[in-house]
């Protein structure tokens, strides 16, 4: 289970985006705790109308599905967890509450499920409205997904003294991996040669340190957040592992819709919209992803440009590569070193292209 309770991030980062293509900002301030409640916005217009959208708004609350933790309500951090007074936060949770402003609700009303049960309780119990639990879309009989929400990529986190670099260095390793379709889908065709893939719901930092698997492969998010969580419930351990490669994939969260409910479909993506084309959207992946170990640069790389406060991937380029545009051709030479072009910090070693 995506497990752990939610630590407050580190510092924040220095570039956001909005959706697939990122738009530069200037660096913020170190992140202030999470705020849920997203900026005020005008509901949907009346030609968003349906069934669905009625309910809702009679109900005057937006059910939401969602993976809570274990024990229910414990958190999997950053995308849901309970805040300092234990109230629902984390990404998944703003863009739930995004939607429902969209929508014109006042109220998020999170039902708990396990993400392997989150799928039919939608579609067959129909316990809520939409599912926003960090799923990537996959073929799933009755759920249609939208637009994507945030753009990831699964890692690789292997011990420490690994020799593993790559996912290259796998053939003939066991890989463990969250308990996930769609991520079995992708290592299946990623990697190569290796012996056996493990699926867990629950306990793969414990396994990995165990030596049952040479490996964990996992959507950078929940891995950034629960390792150090999972260091703090186990100081002696701290520094056990390292994320050794990133963005082994390009992928994104969608939110699940009942197929047959056309019209939140619609309405659930006017907010993404929304939400990427906000001041709010990069502050919120700023402030809920940031964090982990500061990057250095491989040797014999080229060039390496140390980034300082108040740089942006686009201010880099203008000064390095005479062309702002440029941001692109590097974030493609050091995608692999770093999680998202948002979440490069102060002091990080980036390289630039030739």
């Given at each position: 289970m995506r497990f752990a309770l939610f630590a407050l991030p580190f510092t924040a980062a220095l570039v956001a985006c909005s959706g697939s293509t990122p738009t530069p900002t200037a660096a913020p301030t170190p992140a202030a705790p999470p705020v849920a409640a997203p900026v005020e916005t005008a509901p949907l217009?009346?030609?968003?109308?349906?069934?669905?959208?009625?309910?809702?708004?009679?109900?005057?609350?937006?059910?939401?599905?969602?993976?809570?933790?274990?024990?229910?309500?414990?958190?999997t951090p950053p995308m849901y967890f309970p805040d300092a007074a234990g109230k629902p936060d984390g990404f998944d949770y703003h863009v739930a509450k995004w939607v429902a402003t969209t929508i014109g609700v006042p109220d998020v009303t999170v039902v708990h499920g396990k993400y392997s049960e989150l799928p039919a309780m939608l579609v067959d119990k129909q316990q809520f409205d939409v599912l926003v639990s960090g799923y990537t879309p996959t073929e799933k009989e009755g759920i249609t997904w939208s637009e994507g929400y945030l753009d990831y990529g699964l890692c690789l986190v292997v011990p420490a003294d690994s020799t593993v670099k790559t996912t290259a260095d796998l053939w003939g390793k066991s890989i463990g991996i969250f308990d996930d379709d769609a991520a079995a889908e992708a290592v299946e065709k990623m990697v190569k040669g290796y012996t056996d893939l493990v699926r867990m719901e629950d306990g793969y930092w414990e396994a990995l340190d165990a030596g049952k698997f040479s490996a964990f492969i996992y959507d950078y998010p929940y891995a950034n957040a629960e390792l150090q969580e999972w260091y703090a419930d186990n100081p002696k351990k701290k520094g056990a592992f390292k994320i050794a490669q990133y963005n082994l994939t390009d992928d994104h969260y969608t939110v699940g819709?009942?197929?047959?409910?056309?019209?939140?479909?619609?309405?659930?993506?006017?907010?993404?919209?929304?939400f990427e084309a906000s001041d709010d959207y990069g502050t919120s992946v700023r402030t809920y992803l940031s964090g982990g170990s500061k990057v250095s640069a491989p040797t014999n790389t080229g060039r390496v440009y140390i980034v300082v406060a108040g740089d942006t991937l686009s201010k880099i380029a203008g000064r390095e590569l005479g062309d702002a545009s440029k941001w692109r051709d590097i974030w493609a030479t050091n995608k692999d070193r770093f999680p998202?072009?948002?979440?490069?910090?102060v002091g990080d070693e980036v390289v630039i292209p030739g």
């Open positions: 217009a009346a030609t968003i109308a349906g069934p669905a959208i009625d309910r809702i708004r009679a109900r005057g609350s937006l059910l939401v599905g969602i993976d809570t933790g274990e024990p229910e309500g414990a958190g819709v009942r197929g047959s409910e056309p019209e939140l479909l619609s309405a659930v993506n006017e907010a993404i919209k929304r998202n072009p948002n979440l490069i910090e």
